[in-house]
Nanobody, 121 residues
Framework: QVRLVESGGGVVQPGGSLRLSCAAS????????MGWYRQAPGQERELVAE???????NYGDSVKGRFTISRDGAKNTVDLQMNDLKPEDTAVYYC???????????????WGQGTQVTVSS
C-alpha cells in the first residue's frame, strides 16, 4: 500500500506564508504526477497545483503567482510554498500522487489525509 503524509499546515495571518510537505511511504515505478488540492467547508475539492510526470506545472487561477509547487524525485516528496496567503485560502489541503507502485501495476490515485490551513487575523 501507499501512505501519503502531509505536514506544515497551521494558522497564519493574511499576507503570511506557509510551506506544506507531502511524503510517500514507498517509491513508485517511474515518476508519479504529484499535486495539491484543497477543500473548504461546503465547497468541492479543487486543484491548487500539480507537477506532472514530465515536470510540467499547473496552478489554479486563484493561486497563480503566490504558490509554488516543487518535487524532490530522490526523496519522493512534493512541497507547496504558499505566500501572500488570503482568508479565502483557508481549507483542508490534500496531496495526491498519481502513478504505479511497480512495473505492471495499474495507475491510480493516492491521497493524503489532509492538513488544515487557516488564514485569519
Amino acid at each position: 500500500q501507499v501512505r501519503l503524509v502531509e505536514s506544515g499546515g497551521g494558522v497564519v495571518q493574511p499576507g503570511g506564508s506557509l510551506r506544506l510537505s507531502c511524503a510517500a511511504s514507498r517509491n513508485f515505478f517511474g515518476v508519479p504526477a504529484m499535486g495539491w488540492y484543497r477543500q473548504a467547508p461546503g465547497q468541492e475539492r479543487e486543484l491548487v497545483a500539480e507537477v506532472t510526470s514530465s515536470s510540467t506545472t499547473n496552478y489554479g487561477d486563484s493561486v497563480k503567482g503566490r504558490f509554488t509547487i516543487s518535487r524532490d524525485g530522490a526523496k519522493n516528496t512534493v512541497d507547496l510554498q504558499m505566500n501572500d496567503l488570503k482568508p479565502e485560502d483557508t481549507a483542508v489541503y490534500y496531496c495526491k500522487y498519481l502513478g504505479r507502485r511497480y512495473f505492471g501495476d495499474i495507475t491510480r490515485d493516492y491521497w493524503g489525509q489532509g492538513t488544515q490551513v487557516t488564514v485569519s487575523s
